[in-house]
């Protein structure tokens, strides 16, 4: 075998190599953690036993966030007060070290969900700008049908399947022109089932 073809062989392995890598690092996602924090304190960069530390605790602090992993951390030297992953215990005093940052890693799955999936939706107690959707669509007028149906349309859906009145609802919003109703008479929705 010639040198120039023991080359293109080599360089070849390598492209496919290559490309089967960057196939697989394509499937992933990333997120950076700046000054990642557990219980509202800096996190420590060890565990409170100090048998794992740096990329061990991250990648814990990442699956609790719901990645697979950490691939990356910086350490932040003397921060000064971090709590410990998995327990209540507080790190006080210069010698604490915690993270500047913590990358984690998750996996794209490219399994697209089924249509019914998510074609159908049921909206308990349903709100519009934090109040109640009021049984009527505007003071006395499009109650029931026309007020769930506008519901539905404001959720991205294209009809209403089903939908239950409920009496005395303390406040509620007319989606029609977002009128409030307060007290005892009020009515609203109990539940509203959306589809697209």
């Known amino acids: 075998m010639s040198i120039f073809r023991y080359l293109i062989i080599v360089f070849a ?6 490309k089967v ?3 697989n690092s394509e499937q992933n996602f990333y ?3 700046w000054n990642p924090t557990y219980h509202i304190q800096r996190l420590n960069y060890c565990t409170l036993d100090g048998k794992l530390c740096g990329l061990g605790v991250a990648t814990r602090y990442c699956q609790m966030m719901g990645y697979n992993k950490a691939d990356q951390h910086i350490i932040d030297y003397n921060v000064g007060l971090t709590n410990y992953l998995l327990s209540r215990a507080q790190c006080k005093g210069w ?6 940052l913590i990358r984690c890693v998750g996996k794209m ?7 019914y999936y998510y074609r159908s939706a049921k909206f308990v107690f349903p709100r519009f700008d934090n109040y109640r959707v009021d049984w009527c669509y505007e003071e006395g007028r499009g109650c029931g049908q026309k007020a769930a149906y506008s519901f539905c349309r404001r959720m991205g859906y294209m009809k209403t399947q089903q939908f ?3 009496l005395h609802v303390p406040a509620t919003k007319a989606l029609g022109n977002q009128k409030l109703c307060f007290g005892n008479e ?5 539940s509203i089932s959306c589809y697209r």
């Open 13 to 18: 392995s390598c492209l496919f190599i290559g």
């Open 21 to 23: 890598g960057a196939a």
């Open 31 to 33: 997120r950076n953690f």
């Open 95 to 100: 010698e604490c070290n915690g993270f500047v």
């Open 109 to 115: 799955t490219h399994k697209p969900p089924k249509n």
């Open 164 to 166: 239950k009145k409920e």
């Open 186 to 190: 009020c009515s609203g929705f109990s």
